[in-house]
């Protein structure tokens, strides 16, 4: 590979890196090309971007995106692959599935929404990991749920309020 080559391809990996907040760096070595390919249809059907890369060429593309991976540069050794998707869960959820009939990938570590995990044992954490648009819903049914009591209760207490009334009126 030339060096404009090289060049060329940190710009593309740095690119990816900056417009993604869920990336995980992997080690997909020893898998055959039958269950390589396995693993590729699985990622393409989830819509997580799967990708081979050498480990100085990421750790410069990491260093130009203009975030914080310092902390993952510590798991760029042996064979590198980098998962990126739009959801901080789905990498892990699939890493797990996967793992049921293989012993690969091994996830290294991850940077999601501008924190870093480092170490193939937290990868049930990163399962349990909400996507935004569950905390925001979670958010709403909490805010939700005062204001449902409110009005329960004076819709109640409109009924009480009437009997009230109404009694207080028949004594007069």
């Known amino acids: 590979m030339t060096r404009e080559e090289k060049t060329r391809l940190i710009d593309v ?3 990816q ?3 993604s ?3 995980y760096i992997t080690d997909i070595s020893d898998l055959n090309a039958e ?3 396995k693993l590729r249809a699985l990622c393409f059907k989830r819509q997580v971007t799967l990708q081979v890369v050498k480990n100085t060429l990421l750790k410069k593309a990491m260093e130009k995106s203009g975030k914080d991976f310092s902390p993952l540069f510590v798991t760029l050794k ?3 692959s980098i998962m990126i998707s739009e959801s901080g869960n789905v990498p892990a959820k699939l890493i797990k599935e996967f793992r049921r009939t293989s012993e690969r990938p091994i996830l290294k570590g991850a940077y999601i929404e501008d924190t870093t995990y480092v170490g193939d044992d937290l990868l049930d954490a990163l399962i349990n990991i909400k996507t935004k648009n569950e905390l925001v819903a979670d958010l709403i049914l909490l805010l939700q749920s005062p204001m449902r009591n409110v009005v329960s209760a004076l819709q109640s207490g409109n ?3 009437t009997g009230v009334l109404k009694t207080l009126a028949e004594k007069n």
């Open 78 to 80: 042996g064979n590198t």
């Open 13 to 15: 990996i740095s690119d």
């Open 35 to 37: 269950v390589s390919n």
């Open 21 to 23: 907040n869920n990336i």
């Open 159 to 161: 009924n009480v309020l």
């Open 17 to 19: 890196l900056s417009k």
